[in-house]
């Protein structure tokens, strides 16, 4: 074998036994609240308290566990002895304190997306502030120890935190989707979460890398779907486009679930929600195969 070749395995085997070897040592909660997201690296756990929460006077009981960078976002997790009630009181009025906005009820409280085990990304509470970005705080218990988990955005994707609010972005029907549970046997995640939505179209999407072929994922997100509610319109399996057509039972919404291959090993699932009209009735599958 040669040198470099050698050294390459002997180096990558090396890493594995030292993630493994740290994972093991790892305070308890960290993993199931930090490293939800399968393929991460202990290592990037920190105890450097988040820049956007500098100026934040935490409630006393709350101990922070560890913090950890992603793409996206920030995580923090904090132990606390506190109940959900109390726990979530003290946070709110730590941050409207700090000159964070409350957003209301209708716009965070989403139900359904494309979720993973341990990622409190809907059924959070969450807050605005026009230099820091947004914040969804969720709260959760593992173990019998409870934490309270932060995630915060630093982009506000060119909005401020009055034009997030404002009654275009307002809860409706159509942003409530059903409910898609990644694969257990998924080796990576690359990012997932609710993609947004309004009166005309909500969405959610992930991108993985799983061992599962194409066509074994279709089959898998699609046996979650007839008991939320949705009846089949049509599927279809292409060489790298998988997906499948919806509609609800009160006949208001359509569902389109569509899965591409990326490359070797990794794919990307969108599930949209839209309002039903009879142009779309009849453009849902052209959409799907042109995209």
Not at 198 to 227: H, T, V
Request: glycine share 6%.
């Amino acid at each position: 074998m040669p040198t470099r070749l050698f050294l390459f395995f002997f180096i990558t085997l090396w890493f594995q036994s030292a993630n493994a070897d740290l994972l093991a040592c790892l305070e308890p909660g960290i993993k199931e609240t930090l490293l939800g997201f399968p393929g991460q690296n202990p290592a990037d756990v920190t105890r450097t308290p988040l820049q956007q929460l500098a100026d934040t006077r935490l409630p006393p009981d709350f101990d922070l566990l560890g913090v950890r960078s992603a793409e996206r976002f920030n995580i923090a997790s904090y132990r606390t002895s506190a109940n959900e009630a109390d726990a979530i009181n003290g946070l709110t009025t730590s941050l409207v304190d700090s000159a964070w906005i409350t957003r209301e009820q209708p716009v965070h409280r989403i139900t359904g997306g494309i979720q993973i085990k341990n990622m409190p990304q809907h059924n959070s509470l969450g807050f605005c502030h026009d230099e820091h970005g947004t914040l969804h705080a969720g709260y959760v218990v593992h173990d019998k120890q409870a934490y309270v988990v932060m995630f915060v955005n630093p982009r506000h994707r060119g909005m401020s935190c009055q034009q997030m609010m404002s009654p275009s972005q307002h809860h409706t029907q159509l942003m409530d989707l059903p409910t898609l549970t990644l694969p257990d046997d998924v080796t990576k995640v690359h990012g997932t979460g609710y993609g947004g939505g309004n009166n005309e179209e909500a969405s959610s999407k992930s991108s993985f890398n799983s061992p599962r072929s194409l066509a074994d994922l279709e089959k898998f997100f699609s046996a979650q779907i007839p008991a939320q509610g949705f009846a089949l319109e049509d599927s279809w399996l292409g060489n790298t486009y998988a997906g499948s057509a919806w509609l609800s039972a009160d006949e208001k919404h359509h569902l389109l679930i569509r899965i591409s291959v990326q490359s070797a090993g990794r794919y990307k699932v969108t599930m949209t929600k839209t309002a039903r009209s009879d142009s779309a009735a009849s453009a849902t599958h052209a959409i799907s195969i042109s995209s």
